[in-house]
């Protein structure tokens, strides 16, 4: 069956990096884009970045443009989500999940998600 599994969160001080990754099973992730979501306590879930298949084509929100980076290893069954810069705000709760539509940017176009991983960057 489909899985997506997120690791890498954690706390650090703010200006500090983490790197996301993201493990993917049960599909073949050169016919699927992927993309990272947030969730911070109290707002609505929000894109983030994405990628299409093949990693060519990447796609940032505003508030993370220059400071994340998206980027896949389909023979490794993994996506990455490389964060520079981190600030107080980029708090959240981070999912990674599988494009099933056509929009890279609406969640509602993306059909499995994994659990999450926990970023607190602390002022």
């Not at 983030?48 to 400071?67: E, H, L, P």
């Not at 389909?74 to 539509?101: F, H, P, W």
Request: proline share 2%; aromatic share 14%; glycine share 14%.
């Amino acid at each position: 069956q489909v899985q997506l599994a997120e690791s890498g969160g954690g706390l650090v001080q703010a200006g500090g990096s983490l790197r996301l990754s993201c493990a993917t099973s049960g599909y073949n992730p050169n016919h699927y884009g992927t993309g990272w979501f947030r969730q911070a306590p109290g707002k609505e879930r929000e894109f983030v970045a994405a990628a299409n298949w093949s990693g060519r084509d990447t796609y940032y929100s505003d508030s993370v443009k220059g400071r994340f980076t998206i980027s896949r290893d389909n023979a490794k069954n993994m996506v990455y989500l490389q964060m520079n810069g981190l600030r107080s705000e980029d708090t959240a709760i981070y999912y990674c999940a599988r494009r099933g539509g056509e929009d890279y940017y609406s969640a509602r176009d993306y059909d499995y998600w994994g659990r999450g991983t926990q970023v607190t960057v602390s002022s």
